[in-house]
């Protein structure tokens, strides 16, 4: 979606576009990380944690959890990007609730926007297990930019 932002598409298209082919950014095609659903301020991800995703205590890694929670906030924040603008995450901050594992099943991380200024965006995520349980919560901060075009 990068190689977009620079053109005159805005971010809610470029991430229709995505959904609508059904490819997935490559770190989440790699961890099974699988966005949903995206609208103005408001992206939905799902993936199944199994053994790979396992930290050496035998629970899902927080480093697995809080991937899945910085791309809801990313694209909560990228659905609202205007054309030739994008972003970076400043800051994470993440609230590990409950623990996951392989029977935690399909997990989900809804992300929120809260604001969009000219420099900066805020949002927020959620995940919940199978059964609806809040597993963890993330806020995040984000730095917006314009892209430079290509010459």
Same mark, same amino acid.
């Given at each position: 979606?990068?190689?977009?932002?620079?053109?005159?598409?805005?971010?809610?298209?470029?991430?229709?576009?995505?959904?609508?082919?059904?490819?997935?950014? *490559?770190?989440?095609?790699?961890?099974?990380?699988?966005?949903?659903?995206?609208?103005?301020?408001?992206?939905?991800?799902?993936?199944?944690?199994?053994?790979?995703?396992?930290?050496?205590?035998?629970?899902?890694?927080?480093?697995?959890?809080?991937?899945?929670?910085?791309?809801?906030?990313?694209?909560?924040?990228?659905?609202?990007?205007?054309?030739?603008?994008?972003?970076?995450?400043?800051?994470?901050?993440?609230?590990?609730?409950?623990?996951?594992?392989?029977?935690?099943?399909?997990?989900?991380?809804?992300?929120?926007?809260?604001?969009?200024?000219?420099?900066?965006?805020?949002?927020?995520?959620?995940?919940?297990?199978?059964?609806?349980?809040?597993?963890?919560?993330?806020?995040?901060?984000?730095?917006?930019?314009?892209? *430079?075009?290509?010459?």
């Amino acid at each position: 979606m990068s190689s977009e932002a620079a053109g005159g598409t805005d971010g809610l298209t470029q991430v229709r576009a995505l959904l609508a082919t059904g490819r997935q950014p *490559p770190l989440g095609e790699k961890l099974g990380i699988s966005l949903i659903e995206a609208d103005r301020g408001h992206a939905v991800f799902e993936a199944t944690p199994d053994g790979s995703s396992y930290n050496p205590m035998g629970s899902v890694h927080g480093g697995y959890i809080a991937t899945i929670l910085d791309s809801a906030c990313g694209i909560a924040a990228h659905t609202a990007l205007k054309p030739g603008y994008g972003y970076t995450t400043l800051e994470l901050k993440v609230s590990f609730v409950k623990g996951l594992s392989s029977t935690s099943g399909t997990i989900r991380a809804t992300g929120r926007l809260i604001s969009m200024g000219r420099r900066a965006a805020f949002t927020e995520a959620t995940l919940q297990n199978d059964k609806g349980q809040v597993c963890a919560t993330a806020t995040s901060t984000l730095l917006v930019f314009e892209v *430079p075009s290509a010459k």
